[in-house]
């Protein structure tokens, strides 16, 4: 088990470039979480899939904002037309409902930091 | 919806000392987990201690301990002997909805905690 990994670790990218980001959960993990953090405060949610099917987005996350997970496996966030005000650090997490125990924890990965020119 | 409040944005203990974070949140849920979660200096969060909301007895692990008052609705974290790995960002999160609905977590603010050795 190597827990959750994010690529690329670091991205710079001029504003108006699109940028994705992929996510590989904990391979037994049937829930995948994208949040997104500023400096000096938490994570904010912003959308999490349950294996393919994408359940639920924040209202932060704006049209420009697109995530899949296809096959229910790795996971990618593409930002199109990107903004200075998307510059953040993006962390993915994962969890697993199996076998019916649910202990609600999430598992990070170590984050895909965004910085938009 | 729910929020959570950290309201000591920065903390400083000395080495061996013991050092309490605050946390208070609201919730209409009845049964839910709360966690802390812990962000060291560029590295990935990870979760520090758990508490089940319908548990009267709070939660330990080893050096780390939460006084529950549910009615309160308030989770502090407490850290006994300080050692100078602990330090980081520490986030409240609750609560996690259990065992229905999905287990997407409001994080706070966060509090820094600094180790003085």
């Known amino acids: 088990d190597t827990g959750v990994s994010q690529d690329p670790r670091h991205k710079i990218t001029k504003r108006g470039q699109n940028v994705t980001f992929r996510c590989d959960p904990i391979s037994e993990h049937n829930r995948l979480y994208w949040y997104r953090q500023t400096l000096g405060q938490g994570p904010e949610f912003l959308t999490y899939?349950?294996?393919?099917?994408?359940?639920?987005k924040s209202r932060l996350l704006s049209d420009r904002f697109s995530a899949e997970r296809p096959k229910g496996s790795f996971s990618t966030l593409e930002i199109q037309r990107t903004e200075q005000g998307d510059s953040a650090m993006y962390l993915c997490?994962?969890?697993?409902?199996?076998?019916?125990?649910?202990?609600?924890?999430?598992?990070f990965g170590e984050g895909s930091r965004l910085t938009v020119l | 919806a729910q929020t959570v409040t950290q309201s000591q944005p920065e903390m400083s203990v000395q080495e061996a000392e013991t050092v309490t974070l605050s946390c208070t949140y609201d919730?209409?849920?009845?049964?839910?987990?709360l966690f802390w979660y812990k962000q060291p200096p560029s590295r990935q969060m990870i979760l520090v201690i758990r508490q089940e909301a319908y548990k009267q007895q709070n939660a330990t692990e080893n050096r780390f301990s939460v006084n529950f008052q549910k009615a309160a609705k308030s989770f502090s974290l407490k850290i006994s002997d300080s050692q100078l790995g602990d330090a980081a960002m520490y986030f409240c999160a609750p609560p996690g909805i259990s065992n229905f609905g999905n287990e997407k977590l409001t994080f706070g603010t966060g509090t820094r905690l600094t180790i003085i050795p």
């Open positions: 997490a994962s969890s697993s409902r199996s076998s019916g125990l649910n202990t609600g924890e999430l598992f």
């Open positions: 919730t209409s849920e009845s049964d839910y987990y």
């Open positions: 899939f349950q294996n393919e099917a994408q359940l639920e």
